[in-house]
């Protein structure tokens, strides 16, 4: 007992730190292991990659969205940004963060819209996502959520502010499960569906792609 206390006393608080970081990371490593060694990934990813579209849905309660596909707010901050501290494009006060899941299939599209704040795409999982992009200069760009980075897919970009775009899964993908996050948050009054024939006005040189991407 005299010497294990001897020991004890002797320990400096540095060593201390470094006994208590490497603990926690043993600890660490366990559990990942474990976890990949039982499952591949956590638990709860794995279930959500073995869903299809429909399951998905389901399981997130997700709601159809006025642009088309379907959505579920998973975040708004409780905090506020007032309308005189904001761009003169906004109506009304907004929150300083907003996100959603938002998942199309096959067969669905996201019709050309825009809103007032920059929006922020993630990947998830299923398969690529094809984001079309006009700048206001009207310039067209096609970007594409995904996890093949050897392919150039992203696993997230920003659309900016004020931009028309509207979204596909790609031709051989089942469905896109990805997020988007906005800040300021996201507003209806913000949000802008447009119509072909408008939009065909302002950029007659994608005539084409507006036509099949509008509702």
Known sequence: MVQQSHLVKNISPRNTRLI???FYTLFHWEISTFFNRRFGIFPEQKMALKMNAKELIAHYQLQP??????YKET???????AQDALPQRFSGDRAFCTAIYFL?????????????SDEC????????LWVYVIFPNGLLQVFVLGNDITKGELFQFVVPANCWFASRPGPKSSFSLVGCTVSPGFDFADFELTKANDLVKTYPQHEEIIMELCR
């Open 20 to 22: 208590t970081i490497w």
């Open 65 to 70: 969205h006025p642009e088309g596909g379907w």
């Open 75 to 81: 975040y708004k901050s409780k905090e506020f940004i």
């Open 104 to 116: 199309l299939e096959q067969g669905n599209f996201s019709a050309f819209h825009r809103i007032k």
């Open 121 to 128: 795409w993630h990947f998830y999982i299923g398969e690529p």
